[in-house]
């Protein structure tokens, strides 16, 4: 069973800078898809990002494109997020997801969830 830690959330102000981690421990990560998800209370959830096995990587809200990156190090286990110019409704928990099947977009089913990572951001 894979397993998933997020970590690098934080308090940030409008503007800054964030690079959101993701280890992947249990199994050999870069047999998966990756992909990040956001969520706040009473939202539902949006994906924000995927990259495939290969490191094909696709941005997906239309805010996000141009502020956000991701990418891999398999050999390390890793997974990035990289959010530039912080706007205050990236405000949310984010959540990194793993699936061995389908394609790398926020509809697959994605079986291995990390816990989450908090993001606010407010000066």
């Known amino acids: 069973q894979l397993q998933l830690v997020e970590s690098g959330g934080g308090l940030v102000q409008p503007g800054g800078s964030l690079r959101l981690s993701c280890k992947a421990s249990g199994f050999s990560s870069d047999r998966y898809n990756i992909a990040w998800f956001r969520q706040a209370p009473g939202k539902e959830r949006e994906g924000v990002s995927c990259?495939?096995?290969?490191?094909?990587?696709?941005i997906y809200p239309d805010s996000a494109k141009g502020r956000f990156t991701t990418s891999r190090d398999n050999h390390k286990k890793m997974v990035y997020l990289e959010i530039h110019r912080l706007r205050s409704e990236d405000t949310d928990v984010y959540y990194c997801?793993?699936?061995?099947?389908?394609?790398?977009?926020?509809?697959?089913?994605?079986?291995?969830w990390g816990q989450g990572t908090q993001v606010t951001v407010a000066s």
């Open positions: 997801a793993a699936a061995v099947r389908g394609e790398c977009q926020p509809s697959t089913d994605f079986g291995n």
């Open positions: 990259i495939t096995r290969s490191g094909v990587t696709t």
